[in-house]
């Protein structure tokens, strides 16, 4: 079955620093990969999205993502963190093979970016 | 501004009450998703419809709870009777679905539906 894993329950990071939440995938075939946010209280958005190409995806407001074949992992990355960037963030994969292809979601990672 | 709208925001209710959550998909959108959100759990993938037909409702207790698209403007979420362990966010989501079966990975949601049952 496809999955991801965010093997950590929350990052902490000062503001301007570099910051990074980690996803990892288990998918047979090529993954469709994908980054979203919630803030508190309200619905997931999408941040960005990996079907194919460059490894380098950009999404919305600074973020970036990595995927990385070889370890299986798809980080997302920003390169200074705003303390507007608080939120709770979440990798997702959609099965390609699966009529209707629904998104399946990490368990989330918390980020709490301090001024 | 294109968005999913879901009502009720809040609701608690009693253990043993009915309970429907309504959701209004973007317009031009033919998917529409049902999550839930706890604490505990994460998000869970409840049921979800193509052009109003359902593709996977297993994540859904079958027993208390039901999913519907009367129409291409409204999914309903039924539970009856509601239980505590219900007490979570229910969120709806839309997308245009690709010929193929795809779609286009984003979804959109709704703000959430925050049920207690005491």
């Known amino acids: 079955a496809q999955s991801v894993a965010q093997p950590e329950d929350q990052v902490n990071v000062a503001e301007g620093n570099p910051l990074t939440v980690k996803c990892t995938y288990s998918?047979?075939?090529?993954?469709?990969l994908f980054w979203y946010v919630q803030y508190p209280n309200r619905g997931l958005q999408f941040l960005l999205k990996?079907?194919?190409?460059?490894?380098l995806v950009k999404g919305s407001y600074g973020f970036e993502a990595e995927f990385n074949k070889s370890q299986t992992s798809f980080h997302l990355k920003k390169p200074s963190a705003l303390v507007s960037d608080s939120a709770l963030y979440f990798c997702?994969?959609?099965?390609?093979?699966?009529?209707?292809?629904?998104?399946?979601f990490g368990q989330g990672t918390e980020l709490s970016v301090k001024p | 501004d294109a968005r999913v709208t879901q009502t009720p925001r809040d609701k608690v209710t009693e253990m043993g009450q009915e309970v429907t959550m309504r959701c209004q998909p973007i317009?031009?959108?033919?998917?529409v998703f049902w999550y839930r959100q706890t604490m505990m759990q994460g998000l869970e993938l409840l049921a979800y419809?193509?052009?109003?037909?359902?593709?996977?409702d297993s994540g859904m207790p079958k027993d208390r709870f039901s999913a519907e698209m009367p129409d291409a403007t409204l999914a309903t979420l039924k539970i009856q009777p509601s239980e505590p362990r219900d007490s979570a966010v229910y969120f709806c989501?839309?997308?245009?679905?690709?010929?193929?079966?795809?779609?286009?990975?984003?979804?959109?949601f709704g703000e959430g539906s925050r049920l207690t049952v005491l």
């Open positions: 317009l031009g959108h033919n998917t």
């Open positions: 989501a839309s997308t245009r679905g690709l010929a193929g079966g795809t779609n286009t990975g984003e979804l959109f």
């Open positions: 998918v047979s075939g090529n993954p469709y």
């Open positions: 419809f193509r052009n109003r037909a359902p593709l996977d």
């Open positions: 997702a994969t959609e099965d390609p093979y699966n009529q209707g292809g629904k998104l399946i």
């Open positions: 990996y079907i194919t190409g460059d490894n």
